[in-house]
């Protein structure tokens, strides 16, 4: 039974527009939520997180929403560049030490 | 400051047979764990270790084993490999500071092959 749900798996969007990723959890206990970007033969890394205290967390270019009513988390790029092409991993936290992650989306910004 | 590294890169195995991946810790960080990526979906958690104790563990059978050493460097060791073993075995060190959440730093990952 899948905790987080990325049902997106790929979207595809023009260089300079915003990128809207999406996420769906299921528990409501999860108490801290992030998102990793990552390309071909790399790892995931970190690329911003929000705690369940908040709703909105913003850097640079890059903002994450989270509506723990929908138990529903967002990611926004704006503007959306070439180099923002890769796997966006939805994850959360549980008990600190473990993490959860959706199945990815696959964005591509097109010049 | 080097990051986390893991070796081998690729590596192809039998039905049957063990393997031994390992990962170096980035320096500093007291924490590993472990996740398998399957093709096309996100990573699993398989366990953790803090300071050479098991710290949590995911839904995986025994024969997923996993050791840390005195300087942080980890192995994970898998016995009795089955066709679905085959995924990307990723590394993440962290350092523990008692945090609801301790940023993990992502190796690049072994790519393990089971024919």
């Known amino acids: 039974d899948q905790q987080v749900k990325q049902n997106s798996p790929s979207l595809s969007v023009q260089e300079g527009r915003i990128s809207i990723l999406n996420c769906d959890y299921t528990?409501?206990?999860?108490?801290?939520f992030l998102w990793y970007k990552k390309y071909p033969a790399e790892g995931p890394t970190f690329l911003i997180s929000?705690?369940?205290?908040?709703d909105k967390n913003e850097d640079g270019r890059f903002t994450v929403f989270l509506n723990k009513s929908a138990k529903h988390l967002s990611l926004h790029i704006v503007p959306s560049q070439p180099g923002d092409s890769a796997v966006y991993f939805c994850a959360v936290s549980e008990y600190g030490n473990k993490l959860v992650f959706g199945a990815g989306t696959i964005l591509r910004v097109k010049s | 400051e080097t990051g986390v590294t893991q070796s081998p890169t690729h590596l192809i195995k039998t039905r049957g047979q063990q393997v031994t991946l390992r990962c170096s810790s980035q320096?500093?960080?007291?924490?590993v764990s472990w996740y398998q990526q399957a093709l096309g979906q996100g990573p699993q958690f398989i366990f953790q270790?803090?300071?050479?104790?098991?710290?949590g563990r995911g839904n995986f059978p025994p024969r997923f084993s996993g050791l840390q050493f005195p300087n942080y460097s980890s192995e994970l060791n898998v016995n009795a490999l089955e066709l679905d073993d085959s995924a990307l075995y990723l590394c993440a060190s962290s350092l523990d500071r008692g945090a609801s959440y301790n940023e993990q730093f992502f190796g690049p990952g072994t790519r393990l092959t089971v024919l």
């Open positions: 929000i705690s369940s205290i908040k």
């Open positions: 528990n409501s206990m999860f108490d801290y």
């Open positions: 320096s500093g960080h007291n924490t």
């Open positions: 270790y803090y300071r050479e104790e098991e710290n």
